[in-house]
């Protein structure tokens, strides 16, 4: 049986892994500053899901399945995600392929590159691991928003495998797709997700909507009971 996108969002919601802002509700209730700075309507913390083996196996089954009815008609040689929260979904989606569909598959992640802190010309992430010509590789990210983490996996293993014989899956496997709009997804491909939410986020050189009707922005990690209205 299929899971719809609100069961897997409630999963998440019960597990004190995310929170949307309530339009429909206070004015002023808080709303979040991610890490970029950026102001938000909305928050995922998948590693307070992840951390449960019972509830990562249960959305495994169901991504495996989605990924199959997709472009796993060929196998996977690697599946490959970015650091850090994505190690724990990349790594439970590759054990569960290696049942399903290839007993000799890889896991692997590309590492942050510090350098990209100081310097935005450099690469956000460093490969160390090879990749050998003409393996298929599948990215695996337990949360997309923007898209550029997933664009930079693929550029860091391209430039430490130069022999330009990797064949990338066509899609990419999601847990929760968090775009800015429908056109964001759009432009980049296929991304086979758990559930999809549209979540906003505003610069702060802008003026942020929330901000102006008075509601005050908090940092989700910190604040995460004022933010949500539950206790820690």
């Known amino acids: 049986m299929s899971l719809s996108d609100e069961y897997v969002l409630a999963l998440y919601e019960r597990a004190g892994a995310s929170w949307f802002f309530e339009y429909t509700g206070s004015p002023i ?34 991504l495996v399945r989605r990924l199959h009815k997709s472009s796993l008609s060929d196998g996977v040689d690697i599946v490959a995600s970015s650091a850090y929260s994505a190690i724990t979904f990349g790594y439970e989606l590759a054990r569960h392929l290696a049942i399903e569909v290839n007993p000799d598959i890889r896991f692997e992640f590309v590492e942050k590159n510090p350098a990209f802190e100081t310097d935005k010309s450099m690469p ?72 999809k939410k549209i979540v906003k986020n505003w610069d702060p050189a802008d003026l942020c909507p929330l901000c102006a009707q008075g509601s005050p922005a908090l940092k989700p990690k910190s604040y995460w009971a004022e933010l949500t209205g539950k206790a820690a």
Do not use: Q
Not at 45 to 50: A, G, P, Q
Not at 150 to 173: F, K, Q, S
Not at 176 to 194: C, E, K, N, Q, T
């Open 29 to 62: 209730a808080p709303h979040a500053i991610l890490t970029s700075g950026k102001h938000s309507d909305g928050y995922v913390d998948s590693r307070k899901l992840l951390a449960s083996p019972r509830l990562a196996t249960h959305l495994m089954y169901e």
């Open 124 to 195: 956000r992430f460093i490969c160390k691991f090879p990749v050998p010509e003409y393996a298929k590789v599948l990215r695996a990210e337990e949360l997309i928003t923007t898209f550029e983490t997933t664009g930079a996996v693929r550029d860091a293993v391209e430039l430490a495998n130069p022999h330009g014989r990797i064949r990338w899956n066509p899609d990419v496997a999601c847990g929760i797709l968090r775009p800015d709009s429908d056109r964001a997804m759009m432009a980049f491909g296929d991304i086979i997700y758990l559930a």
